[in-house]
């Protein structure tokens, strides 16, 4: 199994719908992360969390919630998707001696 | 605010040059600097990590040097291959968070 998995890998939503997209880990890693890729804007990060009780906005936080259920465990959901959001989604997490481990992705897109 | 610059974007090369891609910074006050790989429309695989005491990393034919007094990095790839080609980004942690600061990429293209 993959240390840090992502589901679904790809999602087709109407614009208003909520959706959510989860990921898992086996690294063991308090820290976790999710990320938006945009063709040529690079990585920006949305939220991330460094325990079970501290999430943190991050750059682009608006029209985004998190949940983080378990150590292990870190969701994004999009409360009332809108086209502008159709991107691709990584969870990544870290320590300071391990590095950042990134999932595979969610390609996400929103009709 | 830390800033991260990669040069070139873009890089295409024939089989079995070395190449040099180029990662720089703007704060030295780093802890870490982190070595990615990313093929179209899939995850970011990490190559190299850095830690801030370190000079230098290597895996395989690739190595990756820092320098925080120069704000720089350099990811080394010898002998290219088809295989390499994907895009390469640098990651920068600093600052009290330890989150990182993504440059935008070299796309590397190594043709037959």
């Known amino acids: 199994d993959a240390d840090v998995t992502q589901t679904p890998r790809n999602r087709i939503t109407k614009t208003g719908k909520r959706i959510m997209l989860e990921c898992s880990q086996t690294?063991?890693?308090?820290?976790m992360y999710w990320y938006r890729q945009d063709p040529g804007l690079g990585l920006q990060l949305i939220y991330y969390s460094f325990d079970v009780k501290d999430i943190n906005k991050g750059e682009i936080s608006d029209g985004y919630s998190v949940s983080r259920q378990a150590q292990a465990k870190f969701s994004l959901s999009l409360e009332s998707a809108i086209p502008n959001q159709t991107a691709l989604y990584f969870c990544a997490t870290s320590d300071p001696q391990d590095g950042y481990t990134f999932g595979s992705g969610t390609r996400l897109t929103v009709v | 605010k830390q800033e991260v610059t990669q040069i070139p974007a873009a890089l295409s090369v024939p089989e079995g040059e070395n190449l040099v891609l180029n990662c720089s910074f703007t704060?030295?006050?780093?802890?870490?600097l982190q070595w990615f790989r990313q093929d179209p429309g899939k995850g970011l695989t990490s190559l190299l990590l850095?830690?801030?005491?370190?000079r230098e990393q290597t895996s395989g034919r690739l190595n990756a040097s820092l320098d925080k007094s120069s704000g720089r990095s350099t990811l080394y790839i010898a002998a290219s291959q088809p295989g390499d080609s994907a895009t390469y980004l640098c990651?920068?942690?600093?600052?009290?968070?330890?989150?990182?600061?993504f440059g935008r990429g070299t796309s590397l293209i190594v043709h037959p």
């Open positions: 850095i830690q801030s005491s370190q």
């Open positions: 704060d030295s006050a780093i802890y870490n």
């Open positions: 990651a920068v942690s600093s600052g009290g968070s330890y989150i990182p600061t």
């Open positions: 690294k063991g890693h308090d820290r």
